[in-house]
């Protein structure tokens, strides 16, 4: 029952977590994105907007209209060729996201993902086909609430990048992301 739940979470809309600017610009200072970005569930455009930041061009679609980006997208039925697929999605439906995103790449697959990603029977055959390039853990915990509720604390969910270089994929190199990224994008 949880797992029907969780998937109907994320398909009505509730699943819903913004992506704190400075969690993307560690990921734009640790990897090379070159290209243009498709943000596929861009919410409010959190994180697209912190890419446009940071000079990239970015197309931003979500299923629910959050007042950004295009609406009514189904990230799941994914269309056409991008440099770059960079987002945060719904965690329920991340698995089912995995390899349309890495068809429709032509660099780089980009998800933010808590930890427990790595964990999964259903998970592994995807692993073995296309396992992930580099796994860039937060060495400083990630608050992120629901949308619509105050972040309280240092978090208690470990997360991280979860990288797919499309032209170079092999082994997982797993690195950290060094402390002051979450200082600097407090003040």
């Known amino acids: 029952m949880p797992a029907i739940m969780n998937l109907r979470s994320a398909l009505d809309g509730p699943d819903f977590y913004p992506t704190p600017a400075w969690a993307v610009e560690a990921l734009c200072d640790l990897i090379n994105i070159d290209g243009d970005v498709l943000e596929p569930c861009c919410g409010m455009g959190h994180m ?23 609406v009514g997208v189904d990230a799941r039925a994914i269309s056409g060729r991008h440099d770059n697929i960079i987002t945060n999605p719904p965690f329920a439906i991340a698995t089912d996201l995995l390899s349309p995103f890495i068809g429709a790449a032509r660099k780089k697959v980009c998800l933010l993902l808590r930890m427990s990603f790595l964990e999964s029977r259903r998970r592994y055959p995807l692993f073995e086909q296309a396992p992930p390039s580099e796994v860039l853990v937060f060495s400083e915990r ?9 972040v309280n604390g240092g ?5 991280a990048w979860f990288v797919w270089n499309i032209e170079g994929m092999g082994e ?14 407090l003040e």
Do not use: C, F, N
């Not at 697209?48 to 295009?70: F, M, P």
């Open 48 to 70: 697209s907007e912190t890419l446009k930041r940071r000079g990239l061009r970015v197309q931003s679609s979500d299923l629910h209209d959050r007042g950004y980006g295009d």
């Open 172 to 185: 997982t190199k797993l690195r950290w992301i060094p402390p002051g990224y979450k200082r600097r994008g």
């Open 142 to 150: 990630l608050s992120m609430a629901p949308h619509g509720k105050e």
């Open 155 to 159: 978090g208690t969910i470990s997360y």
